[in-house]
């Protein structure tokens, strides 16, 4: 089992900033990649950034060159920088965890709120 804790979302306005983390923990031996999703209301559920554990990165298109996602393996924590903040980047964002341990099991957080609006 592995535990995803997200923080750092909030409301902001149009072109701010906000960094979101997740923190994984339990069974993380296996992760093999992590990474960031979102949803806005009456929308799919749809990719923002992933990390590998090898390092590689694959952003959305709508959020190339605005937001970067890194990871503190000494924290086991992964990050989602996010800048030049849109209206249309609001959603509710979800840490995802990708562990292969024979199968391929994914795990989500709870998510954290992300509102752009002056």
């Known amino acids: 089992q592995v535990q995803l804790v997200e923080s750092g979302g909030g409301l902001v306005q149009p072109g701010g900033s906000l960094r979101l983390s997740c923190a994984a923990s339990g069974s993380i031996f296996n992760i093999y990649a992590m990474g960031w999703y979102r949803q806005a209301p009456g929308k799919q559920r749809e990719l923002v950034a992933t990390i590998t554990s090898g390092g590689s990165t694959k952003n959305a298109e709508s959020v190339k060159g605005r937001f970067t996602i890194s990871r503190d393996d000494a924290k086991n924590t992964v990050y989602l920088q996010m800048n030049s903040l849109k209206p249309e980047d609001t959603a509710v964002y979800y840490c995802?965890?990708?562990?292969?341990?024979?199968?391929?099991?994914?795990?989500w957080g709870q998510g954290t709120q992300v509102t752009v609006s002056s």
């Open positions: 995802n965890a990708v562990i292969v341990d024979g199968k391929e099991y994914d795990y």
